[in-house]
């Protein structure tokens, strides 16, 4: 963990390092993510099989690659009416989040006469994936496929690993839940390249969305441009800012929740009292011994964690817009004063009973969201990751005389003497068939 103030002379060149650590251990993955999806792409099915049972010890044949109906029906009679009914929960309020955010199409004419307009058209098959190494993500297949219903995508597929051939029926049960039918039991840049590129058994997908650790981030930048992907919502990472009067227990357990799902995970601490700063670094300590995942906890905060100790919260914020977070906590009397001051951040939680773990599950907005500081130009999954845009533009004789020489002009300025003539023929037409005009 890095504790750094920023009344110390070093502060910056501290913070810079801090900036850039974890694109830095992104690194190393390139290569092998490279070569993964060479070999998918050349030999398919083949590659699939070799590779589950290299990285998740399941010996497969391409006939056992996706999950019967039987075995997803099995798997949601084994879910408790207590856990079904907590998934019920996420589910509906997931999806009325999503149908909030519905877009309309646009269609109007212009003072010249022309019928402009854009439409909004669901894909028509969308990729899932959904992590599943080192935890299960229940969650994140609700996420996923939630708006994608939403938004009317007709096929999805969904990618899930299954470690030792395990699966929590709670995956398969929110899948059955969200109505994804098609689910191959493939994870990692393999799952991706698959989606991408097709095999044997997997029909290819036109964009491939949701989270996974450094191999799934690197593979969905790799196969991007071949098909669409949503953001690099990588290994987790939240910044905490909080004043001296949150109880310093409930802080620590807010920066381990992020920290416990991956070694590469960040958690940050921003805090304007350096004794408050001390209590929270205690907290972590005392908590990490309690916790189930103590290990990848440990490493992520001591390789990744930071603590941050500033002048004032307007430093504090300041410094979380330079972070761009995935998740921002605001742990201070007045969030919505601090709020108004965020420019970077996937997800804003704000107030003190509103911890980030309520997002992951509960809360409504998508929890799939930009890491490692991608939040200064991305956004969190939602229904517009599952929809294009089409423009459309329509035009008689009037629109084309009013406009239509300002194009020729622009046309013969840039060279192009087709596109000049493809607008003055018609113009000459008109003149032909409507002498007076
Ligand atoms: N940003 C978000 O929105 C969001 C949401 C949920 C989870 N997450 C992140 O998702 C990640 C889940 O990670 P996970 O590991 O539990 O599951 P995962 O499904 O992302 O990764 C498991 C797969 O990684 C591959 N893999 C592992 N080691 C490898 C190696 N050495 N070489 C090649 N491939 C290898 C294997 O194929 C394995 O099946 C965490 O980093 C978590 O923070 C992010
Ligand atoms: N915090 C993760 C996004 O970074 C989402 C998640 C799912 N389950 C628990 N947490
Ligand atoms: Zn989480």
Known sequence: MKRLDTRNPGFEADFASLLTAREEQGQEVHKPVAEILAAVRQKGDATLCALTEK???????????????????????QVSPELMAALDVAATRIESFHKAQMPSDIRYTDDVGMTLGLRWIALDAVGLYVPGGKAAYPSSVLMNAIPARVA??????????TPDGIINPLVLAAAHRAGVTEIYRVGGAQAVGAMAFGTQTIRPVDRIVG?????????KRQVFGHVGIDSIAGPSDVVVISDSATDPRLIALDLLAQAEHDELAQATLITPDAAFADKVTEAVTTE?????????????????????????????????????????????????????????????????????AVGDYVGGPNHVLPTSRTARFASGLSVFDFMKRTTFLAG????????GPAGV?????????????????????????????
């Open 152 to 161: 009317g995508v007709q096929r999805l597929a969904m990618c899930v690993p």
């Open 409 to 437: 002009a622009l046309a013969q300025a840039e060279g192009l003497e087709a596109h000049a003539l493809s607008i003055s023929a018609r113009l000459d037409a008109l003149v032909q068939t409507t002498p007076n005009a």
């Open 288 to 356: 990490l011994k309690t916790l189930t995942r103590t290990t990848i906890a440990s490493a992520s905060w001591e390789r990744n964690g930071a603590v941050l100790v500033t002048k004032d919260l307007e430093e504090a914020i300041t410094l979380a817009n330079r972070l761009a977070p995935e998740h921002l906590e605001l742990m201070v009397d007045d969030p919505e004063a601090l709020f108004a001051k965020v420019r970077h951040a996937g997800a804003v939680f704000l107030g003190r009973f509103c911890p980030e």
């Open 55 to 77: 990285f998740d010890r399941l010996p497969l044949t391409p006939a056992q690659l996706a999950f019967t109906a039987d075995e997803i029906a099995a798997a949601c009679t």
């Open 396 to 403: 008689g004789p009037d629109a084309l005389r009013r406009i």
């Open 211 to 219: 989270p996974g650790n450094a191999f799934v981030a690197e593979a």
